[in-house]
């Protein structure tokens, strides 16, 4: 397992992609919740910045996190002292409950893990028999890489990049691959969204000093197109749920 404090520095606010960071990490919780209510019990895999958890401990009556970084939970806890959340420091791979979850929230996580097979196929124990569980990780075939591509200046759209490697990433995925590997770790894939239609690199998308309200029409517009979007968000359930 890699040692998760070694990667804290890219998750501060000086990181060169925090813009994205924050677009993205505030735009797919709204999300989740549109399709949720507060009387779910709700199980989440990773702190992160903290956006995520902080929207869901203030959404949900039953809200528990897991982290193995007591650095990631200390932070989170002087952020938000008042936080309702349930942080468990545990590693992914080690935890374990008798409770079972109306939702599994797993954002950003698939791409960080040794196994993520075997992370889809261990939590899918811990869903209620009409749980879902929701996915987001990053896209190697969104619309800037596609044109960095076209313009040469990328061989390999599934190849990590700086940002990539400074948050401990060590896969990318698609549309395709994402699907391939949840229906073989025994979900099936009810919803497919994208997060954040970005058409350019994060340096020349600052430059232009956009409104909040474009940044907003670029995430409304993405929800349509999650192949050519940032990021996915893919909503499962367990394949032997009736549908």
Known sequence: MMKLDDFICAYRDDFAF?????????????????????????????IGHGYTCQRFSEHFE?????????????????QYPGSRANLVEAYFEEFDTDERFDAIVMGFVLEHVD????????????????????????????????????AGFLDDLFALGEGDLALGHQRLYSV?????????????????????????????????????????????VGVEYPELSAALLFEAVSADQTP
């Open 18 to 46: 925090a813009f994205d960071n924050r677009i993205i990490l505030n735009w797919y919780p709204r999300r989740i919740v549109e399709r949720s209510h507060p009387g779910m019990r709700v199980l989440e895999l990773g």
């Open 62 to 78: 039953s809200y528990t996190v897991i982290d193995a970084s007591a650095a990631i939970i200390g932070r989170f806890r002087e």
């Open 115 to 150: 196994d993520p097979a075997a992370i889809l196929r261990q939590y899918r124990r811990f869903l209620a028999p009409s749980g879902r569980c929701f996915v987001a990780v990053p896209n190697a075939e969104s619309l800037h890489r596609r044109f960095g591509q076209a």
């Open 176 to 220: 395709a691959s994402l699907t391939v590997e949840m229906e073989a770790s025994g979900y099936r894939v009810v919803s497919r969204e994208g997060i954040f239609l970005k058409p350019l690199t994060t340096g020349q998308l600052t430059s232009l000093n956009l409104s909040p309200e474009i940044l907003e029409g670029m995430c409304r």
